[in-house]
């Protein structure tokens, strides 16, 4: 027994049939109502009042028909069940009946009314069954409304069947017929190549459609096969996946110029590499020049200073002999000359081996080597010990000298000239007093050759470094000017560095800098 609470009105011109039909419905029904109708009238105001849940009528009225009332039923509320049930129809009728909407169509026969109850449970489940499937319809078809992926459905032609309006938005056209014409060559193709699949499996692809409106839209086509009441359909979705493509084609073209970019830079590079290699080889050819230009200059200076120094002995030696030998037959005047061509012709010898260093300084190949500057110095000074001596010179090397990058042959050269100007240029009166000791500063060990001389004065300390600068006479102070240049450039090509401090009377302070020697771990 159902007790769910249910008005039934139930039209039928019989008195006993309604009885009957009443009876049987109680059995089923707890809570039922019944309208009985029996006239036109009454089924007016039935109709217009709204106020019944199904419908029981029977055909042969006298006041009308079963078809009559169904459809004025239907008319009003389509959702409404209603079952025939009558001894006077015929299967026209029923076939007729049905078509309209008619729920069931039971016989007046006396067997027959228990029927009318299931019937009539069978016809409100069905309707409520309706309701509810049109109700997930409507929201399924709301949300697909609002979808901004184009939804639809096609038949293998690419006829569209149904669709939701963001198709027609996306493709940027007015109607579904237009989004048709637009899809229907992709479905065509598409229906084909599904259809020529073993197991046809979604597809994807992507398209890009002109829309009317002139622009451009990139789409992926997603299609998968369902057969609906045993007709294939093709039912796709369509996505706008044009601001993705729009940055993959732009991260196309930064690539593509950016390897433009780097074709341009190697080949630039080649190109400059190749020219580089050129001027390496210029370079070589040229240092080979030099070094052949080099030696035969060092052969020519040697060769020339050879040349010039024989004469320069031959008039001092001969000079020497007319002094020695023919001295009583000179007069002071004679001997004063002689002696002055002598000193003169010394002089001049002094010049030429000193410019000789000076040239070799700058065209000989200097290896570099760690070098022990106590050794160095001690063998300066043991080589100037009777020039040291004769001038009564105090002479204070601080010990221990570390070990610098150099070359021994330059740095006895430097330290015998510094040593030679330290006793040299002293006041007359003075005994010389030299100081030597060195700074380590890492990288980089500083020498120091100090001496209590007459001093340099600011303007001159630069330029006594350069060749042939000379502050004093030569009856002063005798020289050749030559000496702190090979200091210089000795030092410099050894990759070191020279300068001087000192102030006019208070004595100088000459150093060099040259690379700490470190012993490799
Ligand atoms: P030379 O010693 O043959 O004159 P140098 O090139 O060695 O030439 O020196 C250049 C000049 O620098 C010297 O003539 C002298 O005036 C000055 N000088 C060099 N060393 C000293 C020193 N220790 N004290 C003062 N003056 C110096």
Redesign the pocket.
């Known amino acids: 027994m159902t007790n769910l609470p249910l008005t039934v009105l139930l039209i039928d011109d019989n008195r006993s049939d309604r009885a009957l039909a009443i009876r049987e419905l109680r059995r089923a029904f707890a809570q039922l109502q019944i309208k009985e109708i029996r006239e036109a009238r009454e089924f007016e105001q039935v109709l217009d009042a709204d106020a019944f849940d199904a419908v029981i009528t029977d055909y042969q009225l006298g006041w009308s028909n079963g078809l009559e009332i169904l459809r004025a039923i239907k008319a009003r509320y389509p959702d409404c069940p209603i079952v025939m049930f009558t001894n006077t129809g015929s299967e026209e009728i029923a076939v007729e009946a049905l078509k309209s909407g008619l729920d069931d169509y039971i016989l007046k026969e006396p067997n027959r009314y228990v029927r009318l109850p299931a019937s009539v449970q069978l016809a409100l489940e069905r309707k409520k069954n309706e309701r509810r499937a049109a109700l997930v319809e409507l929201r399924l078809q709301s949300l697909l409304n609002r979808l901004d992926v184009g939804v639809f459905r096609a038949t293998s032609e690419g006829v569209l069947l149904e669709s939701n309006p963001a198709l027609v938005q996306l493709l940027g056209v007015s109607s579904i017929a237009e989004a048709q014409s637009l899809l229907q060559p992709y479905l065509q193709k598409s229906f084909q190549s599904l259809a020529n699949l073993s197991s046809p499996e979604p597809q994807e692809c992507e398209i890009e459609f002109r829309r009317t409106d002139g622009m451009s839209i990139w789409t992926t086509l997603s299609l998968t096969f369902n057969t609906i009441d045993g007709e294939m359909v093709l039912e796709g979705l369509l996505n706008n996946i044009t601001e993705r493509k729009r940055a993959e084609l732009e991260m196309q073209q930064v690539n593509q110029m950016l390897e433009e970019r780097v074709k341009e830079r190697t080949a630039e590079l080649e190109s400059a590499n190749g020219e580089l290699r050129q001027v390496n080889q210029e370079l070589e050819d040229l240092t080979q020049r030099l070094s052949i230009a080099n030696q035969e200059l060092e052969e020519f200076a040697n060769s020339v200073s050879h040349d010039l120094r024989a004469p320069l002995r031959i008039i001092a030696g001969m000079s020497q002999m007319l002094l020695e030998e023919r001295s009583e037959q000179l007069d002071a005047l004679s001997s004063d000359l002689i002696q002055r061509i002598i000193k003169n012709a010394q002089q001049t010898d002094r010049l030429i081996i ?1 410019l000789l260093s000076y040239s070799r300084m700058g065209q000989t190949k200097i290896p570099l080597q760690p070098i022990n500057l106590s050794f160095v110095v001690t063998d300066v000074l043991r080589r100037l010990e009777p020039e040291l001596e004769r001038q009564q010179v105090l002479v204070t090397v601080e010990e221990p000298l570390p070990r610098v990058m150099g070359n021994s042959l330059i740095l006895s050269q430097v330290f015998t ?2 040593l ?3 006793v ?3 006041a007359k009166d003075t005994h010389p007093r030299v100081r030597l000791w060195a700074e380590v500063f890492n990288e980089w060990t500083r020498i120091w ?1 100090e ?1 209590n ?4 004065t600011a303007e ?1 300390l630069q ?3 350069r ?6 006479s030569d009856e002063e ?11 210089r450039k000795g030092i410099e090509r050894i990759g070191g560095r020279v300068g ?1 401090e ?1 102030q006019p009377g208070r ?2 302070q ?1 150093w060099i800098e040259l690379l700490t020697y470190t012993e490799s771990p």
Do not use: Q, W
Request: net charge neutral; no cysteine.
């Open positions: 000193d000239n510094l030679t100007n330290a040299k240029f002293v050759v001496d001389g007459i001093g340099i001159n330029r006594i470094f060749v042939f600068e000379r502050l004093h102070y005798p020289g050749t000017g030559i000496g702190l240049g090979i200091v001087v000192s004595g100088s000459f």
